[in-house]
C-alpha cells in the first residue's frame, strides 16, 4: 500500500501482522479481503520512477514454521470465506500435514508464496528499505515510525487462535517447510527451534 502524506510504500505479506499496520497508517478495518499484497514489483511497474526511488519501503518478515502455523489456523478459521474456491480443495484443512503437503503443490504459489517473493523487484533483487520481523513487531514498528516522523500506535488485530508454533511438526514437516521457505529462511538466518533470532532487522539505506 502506498501513503503519500508520510511517502512510503507498505509491502504487506500475509501472516505477518500487516492488518494492524494497515489499520495504524490507512485507518483500515481488519476484514477477510481488507488485505493489500501487493508485491513490490508491481508498484515498480506502475508508479513514476521518482516516487517508487524515493518512497520509503519497508515489510515484516516471520519465522516460517511459525508463519505455515498461523496460515493453516488462519484458513481454518475463515473456512467459509474461502471454501468455494476451487483452488483450495476442503481436504487440504484435515490436518497441518495435510495443509503442508498442499503447499508443496503448485498452488501455493496462489495461498503462500515466498516472503522473499513480495520485496523482489523487476530484476529479481530485494528492493526494500527495511525489512521488520514479526518477532520483534513492536521494536521494529517503533523504528519504521521513526524514519516516517510520526507516532502511532500499533493495534494487534487478524491474530490466529493456536498454540506454540513447534509443536505442530514432526521432522519431516520441519524439512518440508525448509525446502518450501528456503529463500525465507536465509534471507534472516531462520531456524526452527530459535524464534527470536540474531542479527536484527535489515536495512538497505
Partial sequence: MICDEWKCIFIHINRTGGKSIENAIWNIESTYGSADHTKIRKWEQELDKTIF????????FRNPWDRAVSLYHYYK???????????????????????????????????APTQVSYIEDLNGNPRIDFVGRFENFENDWNKVCKQLGIKKKLPHLNKSEHKNYRIYYNEELIEKVEELYKEDIEFFNYNFWR??????SRRWK
Fill in 77 to 111: 478459521q475463515t473456512r467459509d470465506s474461502y471454501k468455494n474456491r476451487r483452488h483450495l480443495p476442503p481436504e487440504m484443512m484435515y490436518s497441518f500435514e495435510n495443509f503442508i503437503n498442499f503447499l508443496h503443490l503448485e498452488d501455493k504459489k496462489l495461498l
Fill in 195 to 200: 524464534n527470536i533470532i540474531f542479527g536484527g
Fill in 53 to 60: 526511488d524515493s518512497y520509503f519501503k519497508f515489510a515484516f
